[in-house]
């Protein structure tokens, strides 16, 4: 592990003098601003035949990535290794610890890129960067002090986990984690106060000029809406990431031991992806509510302009990923011996699935030819066409999120035998809910068709609360109707090599997913810095054609897919010389 030491050096270096650097170069830009934002006359997209925007792109993306990643697996292997003091199971600890081990190199690639995304933004965009300094001045300086105190909280909680590992101790090693998660969380909300006030700015002028308080410009209207949304997508990303790493190693061990612990391994870092992944639609909404109050020309652009059909990549990427996880949850069910009582649900789930996923990729007006629309009779087709607007689709995402729960309940079930007396009541009520809750969700959806369309949005309410409760209700009911129940052994590792592969579909998938995302929101600004203070007179001033941005994307996701591999090879590395050097002793 001398390369990942190396690498955190170099990383500690940037994180603590790099900003500093950085605000001392952005300074030189902003003594050029007097009150308002000039025209961008100092920026340089092209240098030597480079494409400063693509740099730029590239670069803040696998930050982002990279970024992500490392903020959610810290949140999950504190929560890890509470489990395992509360249970007093040890693979919780070890498992935590293997969370974090992973997490060191990443962080050190993190900073390496978050300080390349800092000289090009300087490079590319000085003009910019001198108006936003200008902003957040004060906010730019506590976010540099806070990432220098992230890294060592970061180190000291990995490198002191054997030397605190037992008794008391145990909870200072904890708390240690608690404030790295803290740091780590405030570093993401600030960042998103920076990329939300472009989008939506707050405490300045029309013209630009700043009025009021740097907190006034972090709680924009977009602000809180992007912090959950970010929040609930990088624990879905960080669970999805482990997961390929623990399909990583299953794949690669022939111990039956070590496969079972990586089995297990993958199993949570699924539930932990798909746990952030259920209510991130939701949360998507209220973000997109939030820009159509804010801006309706934006909302337009994003649902109904240029922007709409990618809409449509993003389910059918959602759509992959449902049917990963749920094709792995299926799989699942060959380690415990009553699984098979279970399995032949499997087929109606299944169904209801795939018919959502085809819901909701049905688009609602067809990009066609003259002759296309003259023998079909419009851009919408009589049969399909109602499928493209939002109550179907509602209706088929809540669908498919209470079906993808009910396939973690049914291992759930399947690994424990209750032994109360109310146990057959206690699971006519689960499915009593199921029902109920399904029926109201489909007659919100068909509510949807025959009311105003002022209510159709409000429609979706019901629909929400529907899936919520399906979800609360049976996990409080299975608590209390599995309790002291007779457990079934789970044969962990006995588990086939293509149930892997979902679990590498997820991490591909969720990475394409929050490139085309990143890409639709910075587009929503269309030739706008700032949006409506600060404009782009570069060259590049323009929303990337789709294909154009596709090629970008998934670009930036190989190169990351490349960068994770690599860390989970120098991770194995690591453990075969620590298992030959034991050999030899």
Same mark, same amino acid.
């Given at each position: ?13 940037v ?5 500093e650097l ?12 007097e ?7 100092l920026?340089y997209?092209?240098i030597?035949?480079v ?6 792109w590239?670069?803040?993306?696998m930050h982002?990535?990279?970024a992500a990643?490392?903020?959610?697996v810290?949140?999950f292997?504190?929560?890890t ?6 249970t007093g ?14 997490t ?6 993190t900073a390496l890129v ?23 001045r004060g906010q730019?300086?506590i976010y ?6 992230e ?5 000291v ?6 030397a605190?590992r037992?008794?008391n101790?145990? $909870?200072?090693?904890?708390s &240690? ?8 969380? %405030?570093l *993401?909300?600030?960042?998103? =106060? #920076?990329?939300?006030?472009m ?5 300045v ?5 700043v009025?009021?308080t740097?907190?006034?410009a ?5 602000w ?15 669970g999805?990431i482990?997961?390929?790493y623990a ?6 061990e ?5 496969k079972?612990h990586y089995d297990?391994?993958?199993?949570t870092s ?6 952030g ?6 949360a998507?909404y $209220?973000?997109?509510?939030? &820009?159509?109050?804010?801006?309706q020309?934006?909302g337009? %652009?994003? *649902?109904?302009?240029?922007l =709409? #059909? ?7 990427l959602?759509?992959t ?6 094709y ?19 087929k109606?789930i299944?169904?209801?699935?795939v018919g ?10 067809l ?5 296309e629309?003259?023998n079909l009779?419009?851009?919408h087709?009589?049969?399909l066409?109602?499928l ?7 209706t088929?995402?809540?669908l498919?999120?209470?079906?993808t729960?009910l396939s973690?309940?049914l291992f ?5 035998i209750?032994?109360v007396?109310? =146990?057959?009541?206690?699971?006519m009520?689960?499915v009593?809910l199921y029902v ?13 068709y ?8 409000g429609?979706s309410v019901?629909q929400v609360?529907s899936t919520?409760t ?10 209390f109707r ?5 457990p ?8 086939t090599?293509?149930s892997?592969?979902a679990l590498?579909?997820l ?6 997913l929050?490139?085309?995302m990143?890409y639709?929101?910075?587009?929503l ?6 949006y409506?203070?600060?404009?782009d ?5 323009y929303?990337p054609?789709?294909?154009d941005a ?5 670009a ?7 960068i ?9 590395l690591?453990q075969t010389?620590q298992k ?6």
């Open positions: 592990m001398k390369l990942s030491r190396l690498l955190a050096l170099f990383a500690a270096f994180l603590l003098f790099a900003p950085a605000l001392a170069a952005a300074d030189q830009a902003a003594a050029v601003l009150g308002a934002p000039k025209p961008s006359r920026d997209p092209m030597g035949g494409s400063g925007r693509t740099v730029v590239s670069a803040a993306q982002l990535f990279l990643f490392v903020l959610a810290p949140l292997a504190i929560a290794e509470f489990m395992s003091v509360v199971d040890d693979r919780y600890d070890s498992m935590a610890r293997e969370f974090m081990k992973i060191m190199a990443a962080y050190s690639l978050g300080g390349g995304l800092l000289l090009s933004l300087l490079v590319f965009y000085p003009h910019l960067m001198g108006y936003m300094v200008k902003v957040f730019m300086l540099a002090m806070l990432f220098g105190l890294s060592i909280t970061l180190y909680y990995f490198y002191s986990w054997d605190l037992r008794g101790r145990k $909870w200072y090693h904890m &240690i984690g608690l404030l790295l998660n803290t740091v780590g969380l %405030t *993401m909300f600030i960042a998103n =106060a #920076w990329v939300s006030f989008m939506s700015p707050a405490g002028d029309p013209t630009g000029a009025t009021g740097v907190w006034e972090t709680r924009n209207p977009l809180n809406p992007l912090n959950l949304h970010r929040f609930l997508a990088n624990i879905a990303y960080g999805a482990v997961g390929g399909a990583y190693m299953f794949l690669a022939k111990d039956p031991e070590k079972a297990w391994m993958g199993y699924n539930f932990i992806a798909i746990l992944f259920i209510p991130l639609p939701f998507g $209220w973000l997109m509510a939030e &820009i159509y109050a804010y801006s020309q934006m337009i %652009t994003a *649902m109904g302009g240029i =709409a #059909w990618l809409f449509i990549i993003q389910a059918v959602i759509g990923i449902m049917l990963a996880a749920n792995y949850l299926w799989s699942g069910l060959m380690r415990t011996d009553r699984g098979a009582e279970y399995a032949k649900y499997v109606y299944a169904v209801v699935v959502g996923f085809l819901v909701w990729l049905t688009p609602h007006t990009i066609l030819t003259a002759n629309i003259q009779g419009g851009t087709h009589k049969i066409g109602p493209g607007i939002m109550p179907a689709k509602n088929a995402v809540n498919m999120l209470v079906m729960f973690f309940q759930y079930r399947s690994s424990r209750p032994t007396s109310w =146990a057959k009541s206690g699971n009520i689960v009593a109920v809750g399904i029926t109201n969700i489909v007659s919100a959806g068909i509510y949807g025959i009311t105003p369309t002022v209510y159709k949005v429609a019901p609360v919520l399906i979800i609360i209700g049976s996990v409080l009911i299975d608590v599995l309790r002291g129940s007779k079934e052994k789970v044969y962990w590792g006995r588990m090599n293509r892997q592969y590498f579909v991490p591909v998938a969720f990475t394409w929050m490139g085309l990143g639709i929101r910075s587009s600004r269309t030739n706008w810095h700032v409506t203070i600060m404009k007179n570069s060259p590049e001033n929303i054609t789709l294909g596709g090629n970008v994307i998934t930036i996701t190989l190169g990351f897919m490349a994770m591999v690599f860390v989970f090879w120098l991770s194995r690591g010389k030959g050097t034991e050999d030899a002793a």
